[in-house]
């Protein structure tokens, strides 16, 4: 097996040697290639590179960027596999073979990569040394071959990415539309995936990384540059490659799977009833996934997320889309009336789950726990006399949300047992394992119908809890919320109806 090293330069021949150099000395002779592409150099390098016996080169006229001098060297690559490497780094012993042997574990496994000391994507790992004389050593400790150390990704960094030669001659070369660099890493990730392959992170191979030499010298070019690709990618797949869903390394962004959903989509008609007084029996082992939908591509991503969930064996997932509601109360209503599952899920359409096993978490609770109804990812333990919960001083539970017109983290109350109890949660996504009407004959808008449903379980019997997320189960992409459209209508309608409770 021979792998083909591809190398961009531009000028930084400082940096160019001492990654050859590290090439030579601590990868098995015969085992690779090495192909360099230069974009114009103009100090020494491609004096250097000429006098090379054991490099293949080529010498561009022009500075041409990332993607299309990568694509030059890949179509000039003869190895059953193919690294795309920085010059910016020193590799170290073991690095080449402990990618390969992770690389070629599996069918499946398209591309890998390598962890280091400088790099974002949640790559790096701490480090001790502090010369270029300390980083063999430390890395001879690290290098040790361990499948434990296998990490599956939703994307790698392109300073170091080792790729089957079967994934490239399926999807093909960098997109040359993200020249001259930023994103086509991202970019070529997701298209690996999407092939059907996985990507998986080696924190048994480390390589020292200077990072950005090419870049550093202007900032704000290289700012521009990552701004406009930015919004290429966004373009070209609907999805922000800066969202805390997709850099969350835990979570592996929207790719079609196999698993089988029962998908319904429901019309809400004017002058439904609410819940018809005889239900059939609730089935035990379904949970129903419930969105009241008005933006199709918003709840694509939604839905895209929701089929990246782990289902717990013996369990199955509906998926209920309603259009057309009048009314949140009357949408959920009537996803009471359509579905049997004994759990159901309401979430907004802008609600990305980050939590693979979320099903698994709240059954858990659920099923110790029978007195508990209603389960939120944020609310309040009180509810002030303003009847808006968020203004209490006794929050609980944590999510990333927009609603200032920046995505944040807001991390309230940190939940210290598996659940804390509270009077009112957020309606961003509700968690019940049993139904209770929604009141539409009072909140026939879009306020207040998720502090009135918190209220509601408790007038019948049920307890309204937070779990404990040792990190957020979800994303909450809102963006500024409109409370011109009947918030204060409603949320006096709440206090006529509520306050004395």
């Known amino acids: 097996m021979k792998t083909s090293i591809v190398l961009l330069t531009f000028n930084q021949l400082s940096y160019t040697k001492l990654c050859i150099d590290s090439i030579r000395k601590y990868t098995d002779e015969g085992t690779y290639e090495i192909i360099v592409v230069d974009n114009h150099s103009t100090d020494g390098t491609v004096e250097w590179l000429k006098e090379q016996k054991d490099i293949r080169a080529v010498f561009n006229n022009e500075n041409l960027g990332f993607p299309k001098g990568c694509n030059q060297g890949i179509k000039i690559a003869q190895g059953d596999s193919i690294l795309l490497l920085n010059n910016d780094v020193i590799v170290t012993p073991n690095w080449l073979s402990n990618l390969s042997t992770c690389l070629y574990s599996a069918e499946d496994i398209g591309a890998v990569g390598a962890v280091t000391n400088s790099c974002s994507n949640y790559q790096t790992i701490p480090i001790p040394y502090k010369t270029i004389a300390e980083i063999v050593p430390f890395a001879q400790k690290n290098n040790i071959s361990n499948s434990a150390l296998w990490e599956e990704r939703s994307r790698l960094i392109g300073f170091c990415l080792l790729i089957k030669r079967e994934v490239v001659e399926k999807i093909g070369l960098l997109d040359e539309q993200f020249s001259p660099g930023n994103f086509e890493d991202d970019d070529y990730c997701y298209r690996i995936r999407k092939a059907g392959y996985r990507l998986m992170l080696c924190k048994d191979a480390f390589i020292h990384h200077f990072g950005s030499a090419s870049f550093s010298k202007n900032r704000q070019e290289f700012g521009d540059i990552l701004s406009v690709n930015r919004k290429k990618f966004i373009d070209k797949w609907g999805f922000d490659p800066w969202s805390p869903v997709y850099t969350d390394p835990n979570f592996l962004y929207p790719i079609e799977d196999s698993i089988s959903w029962q998908t319904s989509i429901t019309t809400e008609k004017t002058g439904s009833p609410m819940v018809k007084e005889s239900q059939p ?96 990812m944020a609310g309040a333990k009180t509810i002030p006399s303003s009847g808006i919960w968020w203004e209490s001083s006794h929050r609980y539970g944590q999510v990333f949300d927009s609603h200032t017109g920046k995505m944040t983290l807001l991390r309230f109350n940190q939940v210290e047992n598996e659940y804390e109890k509270v009077k009112a949660i957020d ?75």
């Open 281 to 376: 029996a609730a089935d035990p082992q379904k949970i129903c996934f419930i969105t009241v939908v008005n933006d199709e591509k918003v709840y694509e991503k939604a839905l895209a997320h929701i089929r990246q969930l782990n289902i717990p064996q013996g369990y199955h997932v509906e998926i209920l889309c309603i259009k057309n509601a009048k009314s949140m109360t009357m949408g959920y209503n009537r996803a009471i009336r359509d579905s049997n599952a004994k759990y159901k899920v309401y979430l907004h359409q802008d609600v990305f789950i980050l939590n693979r096993n979320l099903i698994k978490d709240f059954l858990m609770i659920f099923e110790k726990y029978p007195d508990i109804g209603l389960m939120g």
């Open 427 to 501: 309606g961003l996504m509700m968690i019940t394992q049993y139904d209770v009407p929604w009141r539409e004959d009072l909140f026939d808008g879009w306020h207040f119908y998720d502090t009135s449903q918190s209220m509601e379980f408790e007038r019948a019997g049920y307890e309204v809890v937070i779990p404990k997320q040792t990190n957020p189960w979800c994303i909450h992409d809102c963006g500024i919320v409109n409370v011109e459209n009947g918030y204060e209508k409603y949320r006096n309608v709440f206090l006529a109806e509520y306050m004395k409770e």
